[in-house]
């Protein structure tokens, strides 16, 4: 997994730890959640608005999401805001974002 020269092999803690957390991002919803926070924390009124789900999904969802540190949660008054806690996982997700214009190209039939 390394592809520097003088990187270390990552651990079998450091796999695992990887491992769970392209889980976490591998659920469409979870992506959907992560759009909706990703410039401002939101309420999570405003999220179920953003993403079109039920109140009882996205909850789900930003519980695991919470627990895995992804987002962090902060309560104000009555409102509880989610907002993101990894500043990584949204740069991950711009990085792979940018080369679906490449997969879509390279997947696509080719004419004839």
């Given at each position: 997994m390394s592809?520097?020269?003088?990187?270390?092999?990552?651990?079998v803690e450091e796999l695992?730890?990887?491992a769970d957390r392209f889980k976490m991002l591998g659920e469409p919803m979870r992506?959907?959640?992560l759009q909706a926070v990703c410039h401002?924390?939101?309420t999570v009124?405003?999220?179920?608005?953003?993403?079109g789900s039920t109140q009882a999904n996205v909850s789900k969802h930003l519980a695991l999401l919470a627990t895995a540190g992804i987002l962090e949660r902060r309560k104000d008054g009555q409102c509880v805001y989610y907002g993101t806690k990894d500043p990584m996982v949204m740069e991950l997700c711009e990085l792979v974002r940018s080369q679906i214009p490449n997969h879509r190209r390279d997947t696509e039939p080719r004419k004839k």
């Open positions: 592809t520097r020269k003088n990187q270390r092999p990552l651990s695992e730890f990887l992506l959907k959640i401002e924390p939101r009124t405003d999220i179920v608005t953003a993403t």
